[in-house]
Every structure is written in structure tokens, then in C-alpha cells.
T-cell receptor
Framework: DTGVSQDPRHKITKRGQNVTFRCDPI?????LYWYRQTLGQGPEFLTY????????KSRLLSDRFSAERPKGSFSTLEIQRTEQGDSAMYLC??????????????FGSGTRLTVV | DAKTTQPPSMDCAEGRAANLPCNHS???????VYWYRQIHSQGPQYIIH???NNETNEMASLIITEDRKSSTLILPHATLRDTAVYYC???????????FGSGTKLNVKP
């Protein structure tokens, strides 16, 4: 297993278009997280899955954003009607257990979205 | 919100030890301290974590004070490739996720 994979690495889209990103976590990891990072800032939490269940969503995740993890394996993050403010790096991470019990995240390389 | 406080930036000479401090004065007894780093345009990379005891791995050492209110990440022989933003994270007991603050930008200079 080569870690967490994200696809695509880069995406340029026109304002108003829909985009979808994919994340493949480490196979035995049942927890999956999405973060967003803008220039000069630390990553911001968006949402979290345990297996196929989406257990938490940040208020940053507006109704234009939707995330799924249909079979508890890979996950997709869709942004509808993109806006220039959506331009950011979208990071996916997975873990084997809870951070409060000493399980860290493994991050992917991220998808950089540019909305023009 | 992040429970940690870190200096915004630090410089270190190549080959010298880099000591990155982190203040987590509100930490609870069962909360871990994690360190990650992020090299420009890449995803954050795990470095080390600890609960009460000092920890060492092939990348770094983590020194946690006895009262657990602060910690120091030590890179024993910094190289130019260690230039990155270093994040100290303490996930709260009720929240099984990481909040990232702004981190410390470490500049390793020749």
C-alpha cells in the first residue's frame, strides 16, 4: 500500500462549474477526513467519515459541498457551482483509529483547485 | 480552535539542532501531543507524537515537560530539506480530529 492517494493533483475550472475530487485512503483505515487549506493558513477541517458514515461536517461545508464514502473505502468531495473563494488545496487524510487514542493521520498530497 | 501556541517563525543553521517549542497549557491528562510538518505544496507529514514520556524516532525527538503544559520538537541535525511549517497539535478529548493552527515556519539556512 502506497499511502493516501488523491486525484487529480491539480484542477482548473471556470466559475460556476462543478468539480469532483477523489480520495483513496490506506486500505485498512476506517476513518477518512477532508480538509481545505488556503495560502498561508493551516488546514481547516471539513468533514469526517467512519466507514461509510459521515459523522461530522464543519460549518465551512456549505450546501454547495457534498462528500460521500459509499462503501467505506474511497471518498469523493464534490463542489457545485464553484466560486473563486473555493480556490484552495483540498487534503484527504485517513487513520486507523481516534486521535485521542494515539492514532495519527496519514495525508494525501492534496488536490489544488483554481477557480477562474 | 487549536489548543496550542507556537512561534510564527524560527531560523536554524544547517547541521545544528532545531528546537521548536509548543505551549499547550490547557492540555488534559489523557490528551496526546502530535507534531506534523508541511513542506511547500505537499500534504502534512507525520513526525512524532507522545502522551507523557519523551519520545524519539528516526526523524525527531519530542520532549514533554513534566506538567505537560509545553513540549519541544528537536530535529538533531537540521538540513535544508527540513525547511517547512511545523504544526503542534493537541486533539481535544471530545473531538476525534485535528485542528491545525498556523504552525512555526522553520527556515534552515546554509
Amino acid at each position: 500500500d502506497t499511502g493516501v492517494s488523491q486525484d487529480p493533483r491539480h484542477k482548473i475550472t471556470k466559475r460556476g462549474q462543478n468539480v469532483t475530487f477523489r480520495c483513496d485512503p490506506i486500505s485498512e483505515h476506517n476513518r477518512l477526513y477532508w480538509y481545505r487549506q488556503t495560502l498561508g493558513q493551516g488546514p481547516e477541517f471539513l468533514t469526517y467519515f467512519q466507514n461509510e458514515a459521515q459523522l461530522e461536517k464543519s460549518r465551512l461545508l456549505s450546501d454547495r459541498f457534498s462528500a460521500e464514502r459509499p462503501k467505506g473505502s474511497f471518498s469523493t468531495l464534490e463542489i457545485q457551482r464553484t466560486e473563486q473563494g473555493d480556490s484552495a488545496m483540498y487534503l484527504c487524510a485517513s487513520s486507523l483509529g481516534p486521535q485521542t487514542r494515539g492514532y495519527g493521520y496519514t495525508f494525501g498530497s492534496g488536490t489544488r483547485l483554481t477557480v477562474v | 480552535d487549536a489548543k496550542t501556541t507556537q512561534p510564527p517563525s524560527m531560523d536554524c543553521a544547517e547541521g545544528r539542532a532545531a528546537n521548536l517549542p509548543c505551549n499547550h497549557s490547557t492540555i488534559s491528562g489523557n490528551e496526546y501531543v502530535y507534531w506534523y510538518r508541511q513542506i511547500h505544496s505537499q500534504g502534512p507529514q507525520y513526525i512524532i507524537h507522545g502522551l507523557k514520556n519523551n519520545e524519539t524516532n528516526e526523524m525527531a525527538s519530542l520532549i514533554i515537560t513534566e506538567d505537560r503544559k509545553s513540549s519541544t520538537l528537536i530535529l538533531p541535525h537540521a538540513t535544508l530539506r527540513d525547511t517547512a511549517v511545523y504544526y503542534c497539535i493537541v486533539p481535544e478529548s471530545n473531538f476525534n480530529k485535528f485542528y491545525f493552527g498556523s504552525g512555526t515556519k522553520l527556515n534552515v539556512k546554509p
